[in-house]
């Protein structure tokens, strides 16, 4: 089997209002995200996602097309689709980076591999290793302390048993923010707080102490990317598990992240990692070195949320059941670009049981919100 061509169609969809996110990094309202489409010599086609953000990995929509039209497509035709370490090795040598463009040309590869196959992608991974049923937790914008404590109370009428809080703003709101939830919601739900490397190791550590009483589950990110050593300070200075996001973008970081102790739970998901594969990899090595990993999200659609169930379902070391992560993204807009959508039922995602990342794109759709 041979790759044939790599089609690209830039999309445009907006986010539900009552849903946007705002934290450190600002507020997210619109997603121009790009899907990919690749045909091979036999027929099979696979689909992917670039869910692209600048301001989280520098890419943009209009970037992730170039590259993949210009450099990318030339260098993978003729290549076999279902060797992704090789499929891997060609786009890292083409491009530094672009996280998000390469995992979507990826995830097409391994949908055709599963099809070719005639499994799910889940299997071709190990698993499964647990329910296609996932839990997922909200994650909520950093608000004033009462829109938050009245939002929080709403989301966990709508089953969510895991709040995450954007914080990292300014200090005294972040607190206040996050006490106004505890009060809201009481003592049974989970409250996370992610503050997207908006404090430095001083500002977390105080903050989590005067959070104390809030009774945290969770810190992710509590400091700036590259500073492992200020990771790893907060994690010694409190009582509460620390993951890490925004600085492990590749095994490299996993490993500066293991070397120096920084955290005990890492979030990984195929988008920023580079792909499934790549993803696969930060799991297994953070097992094999006692870290647990859970699955993050970059507000992604059906296609790129599929294969982050996938990599749920198929890994055993993705403690979604004691780190809910977000499989949820697709839900979060105001239309869905699947024939048949992930079964997103708020606090949970059903991975249904299909060849491939079982996801069919509604190309009448992507037509409709092509971007312009």
């Known amino acids: ?30 997603s121009p ?11 099979v086609s696979g689909v992917g996602e670039a869910t692209t953000m600048p ?3 520098g ?19 003729d290549a076999d689709p279902t060797d992704i370490a090789a499929i891997d090795r060609l786009m890292d040598s083409s491009a530094y980076c672009n996280w998000f463009t390469k995992a979507a040309v990826e995830m097409a590869c391994w949908d055709i591999r599963g099809k070719c196959a005639g499994k ?78 908006g404090w430095d190791a001083d500002t977390a550590i105080r903050c989590c102490r005067e959070l104390k009483s809030s009774n945290l589950a969770l810190v992710e990110q509590p400091t700036p990317d590259g500073d492992y050593d200020a990771m790893a300070r907060v994690r010694r200075a409190i009582d509460v598990p620390v993951m ?20 005990d739970v890492i979030s990984v998901y ?28 970059n507000l992604e659609w059906d296609v790129a949320n599929a294969a982050m169930a996938h990599l749920v379902v198929g890994l055993e070391n993705m403690r979604v059941e004691q780190y809910p992560g977000d499989i949820i993204g697709a839900w979060y807009h105001a239309e869905r670009i699947a024939v048949e959508p992930l079964k997103i039922d708020r606090a949970t995602c059903t991975l249904p049981e299909r060849l491939g990342l079982g996801v069919e794109v509604d190309w009448d759709m992507v037509q409709r919100h092509a971007a312009r």
Request: overall charge positive; charged content about 25%; some cysteine.
């Open 120 to 197: 799910p992608v889940y299997e071709l991974l190990g698993g499964p290793h647990r329910s296609r049923v996932i839990p997922s937790r909200f994650s909520m914008a950093a608000y004033d302390p009462q829109t938050a404590a009245v939002k929080a109370a709403e989301r966990v009428a709508w089953g969510f048993t895991t709040i995450k809080i954007k914080v990292g703003t300014d200090p005294a709101a972040d607190v206040a923010r996050v006490r106004a939830v505890r009060d809201a919601v009481g003592p049974r739900i989970h409250i996370v707080i992610d503050a997207n490397c």
């Open 59 to 77: 890419e943009t929509c209009s970037t992730a097309k170039a590259i993949i039209d210009q450099v990318f497509a030339p260098e993978l035709v």
């Open 55 to 57: 301001k989280w990995s």
């Open 1 to 30: 089997m041979r790759i044939t061509t790599i089609e690209t169609f830039p999309v445009q969809l907006n986010v539900r209002p009552e849903l946007m996110i705002t934290s450190s990094r600002g507020t997210h309202r619109v």
């Open 33 to 43: 995200y790009l899907i990919v489409r690749v045909n091979t010599d036999e027929g």
């Open 270 to 297: 195929p988008g920023k990692n580079g792909g499934i594969r790549k993803s696969a990899e930060i799991v297994r090595f953070a097992a094999d070195h006692g870290v647990a990993c859970t699955i993050g999200s």
């Open 244 to 263: 890490a996001d925004d600085m492990c973008f590749d095994m490299v970081h996993a490993k500066e992240l293991v070397r120096h102790e920084a955290c």
